[in-house]
RNA sequence: GCCAGUGUAGUUCAACGGCUAGAACAAGGGACUCAUAAGCCCUGGAUAGAGGUUCGACUCCUCUCACUGGCACCA
């Protein structure tokens, strides 16, 4: 059986999660729903990143354990996937000395013995203020940006990692499409930056400054800098570096990593240079999504402009989030969000469209036919076809098969997730349409067999609508299979349908 | 500042240099009733600005303006 490896980026628990992780969750997980339902063993990985001088930090502002600290933000992570109905197959964490350690510490002993990873100072300004290190970026007339104070010039020693070495290999990867990278612009930003030349990168800090993080092998003076800890994570679930390891031989590499466009230039970079000196495979393809922007701005605690994935899911429901991310939002762009907008889409799309046609087909088919539908003969459906610009055009099960599902399953191939919903719903829109010109609402009156014939093809419209669904609204789909007498595993099932009319299954919101 | 990219209807997006610049949502109108006052049909509405190349430009070139991203150790 193919294997299919599909990660998350791994979320950093310095605060609870927002929006932007729900949509890189729903993304990766609608993908990993689509290759299962191809057949293909998927293991499906997401995860936190739990190091670090900032969660310590905060852990500490509020006078609390570390450990406890971390426990709870991760916990939050957990649920917020289950609430979203992510199927992922495994949750890593970064602190977890006995599954992610041993990985990352196998990885790291593996640089060093190829001669990659180096002592050497660490030059850079360190603002008290922030208790961290901080870029020329963050400065105003050489001052920090927040704290209005000049940063300290620190020369420390730090290990580095020899990612100057796999300049021309990593560039050769991505140039030749091995490591693929989408979409296009966020591939030709890193070769450009490769164009700049590579620099090695510092991979550890003085155990004084980070105590709360993967100690160096053999030198517990340091800490691994979180590249060094973080990107191993995708190995070390698998089992890297540890007795056990039939999955990574198995799963490895990653056929997708989601990433966020902010974390790009680690995956595309430092993680493929890594492996490269650890003569492991490179990922296939780097998905980058954007961010979410909220009322055209960005998410921040400060504007007070946060939007709680929870309460969205509370009174909307998971497939209605799980909707507006994938649909709403392209995959590979900046994507907003309101209040009022979600409403407006919930109404249109969820409550007027999918919900409306499959309550009102559900319906005749229970009135006019008891729920039993059996497949007319070739001919019978052939007198009945879409109608397109006022003219007969091919039958329904014609234009599923093989006008909406081949653009469907090319667009999930793509990963173009947005465009496969724009798929579904114009064949709901066009059922819609089937509905108006037949009018098998006033046709029962005078042609039976006919009513049966144009119902027994909305249904099968509803399958297949309900099939392709099934990645995105796993809920939904499978409400609507089951008001079919479907189970939704076997395909070969549209001879017959037992239909029974359901509750509402998006009710408008005012 | 440098390098990329984007700019199309009120909004979100589409258009190998070639028919009348397409959709969707929103707005206005109409005929219907199976359905969640949903659905269907019709209508109005756009290429940021200025030049240029071309028989022909949303598309190619130049400049201006606006926005976005990147310009390495913040995740």
């Known amino acids: 059986m193919e294997k299919f490896f599909i990660t998350t980026a791994i979320d950093y628990v310095n605060a609870s999660p927002h929006l932007g992780h729900a949509l890189e969750k729903v993304q990766a997980d609608v993908v990993a729903r689509y290759q299962r339902l191809l057949g293909k063993d998927v293991f499906f990985l997401t995860g936190t990143d739990e190091h670090g001088a900032k969660v310590k930090k905060v852990a500490e502002t509020q006078e609390k354990n570390i450990e ?57 300004l360190y603002c008290l203020g922030c208790e961290a290190f901080i870029t020329k970026k963050d400065l105003i007339d050489g001052k920090c940006a927040i704290h209005n104070q000049k940063p300290e010039e620190i020369d420390e020693e730090n290990y580095f990692f020899r990612l100057s070495a796999y300049q021309n290999k990593i560039k050769k990867a991505i140039t030749s499409g091995k490591l693929k990278i989408i979409p296009e612009g966020r591939k030709n930003e890193i070769l450009s930056f490769l164009e700049l030349g590579l620099e090695d990168t510092s991979f550890s800090r003085p155990a004084k400054d980070i105590s709360w993080g993967i100690p160096v092998p053999l030198d517990v003076s340091q800490t691994m800098y979180v590249w060094a ?30 990433i966020g466009k902010d974390i790009l230039r680690f995956h595309a970079l430092i993680w493929p240079g890594m492996l490269l000196a650890a003569g492991l495979d490179l990922p296939k393809v780097l998905l980058v999504h954007g961010h979410i922007t909220l009322g055209g701005k960005k998410m921040s605690k400060s504007l007070g402009n946060v939007i709680d994935p929870f309460d969205i899911i509370r009174r909307y429901g998971a497939d209605a989030l799980r909707y507006y991310l994938t649909r709403e939002i392209s995959v590979t762009e900046d994507g907003d969000l309101t209040e009022e907008k979600f409403k407006k889409a919930y109404n249109a799309n969820l409550a007027n469209g999918l ?38 055009f091919f039958s329904v099960p014609y234009v599923i098969e093989n006008l909406v599902l081949p653009e469907y399953l090319k667009a999930m191939e793509n990963l173009e997730l947005n465009k496969a919903m724009d798929i579904i719903w114009s064949a709901i829109s066009q059922l819609d349409g089937y509905i108006q010109n037949y009018q098998p609402f006033k046709l029962i009156n005078t042609d039976k067999e006919k009513t049966g014939v144009i119902l027994w093809n909305l249904v099968f419209g509803l399958t297949h609508i309900a099939r392709m669904l099934r990645p995105f609204m796993p809920q939904t789909a499978e409400k609507i299979l089951n008001a079919i007498g479907i189970d939704g595993k076997s395909e070969e099932n549209s001879n017959e349908f037992h239909v029974k009319s359901i509750e509402p299954l998006f009710l408008r919101k005012e």
Do not use: C
């Open 229 to 258: 800890d973080a990107l191993s994570n995708y190995i070390s679930a698998l089992g890297y570096g540890t007795e056990n390891t039939e999955k990574f031989q198995k799963y490895w590499p990653a056929d997708v990593h989601v």
């Open 355 to 392: 919900g409306n046609y499959t309550a009102r087909v559900l319906k005749m088919a229970e009135q006019y036919f008891g729920g039993a539908l059996i497949k007319p003969s070739e001919t019978a459906i052939a007198e009945v076809p879409l109608q397109k610009d006022g003219k007969e």
């Open 68 to 124: 406890e600290f971390v426990n709870e933000i991760a916990e939050n992570f957990k649920t917020l996937a289950k609430e979203l109905n992510i199927s992922n197959d495994d949750f890593i964490r970064t602190s977890d000395k006995i599954r992610h350690w041993p990985g990352a510490k196998a990885l790291w002993v593996k640089l060093a013995e190829k001669g990659d990873i180096y002592k050497a100072n660490y030059k850079g």
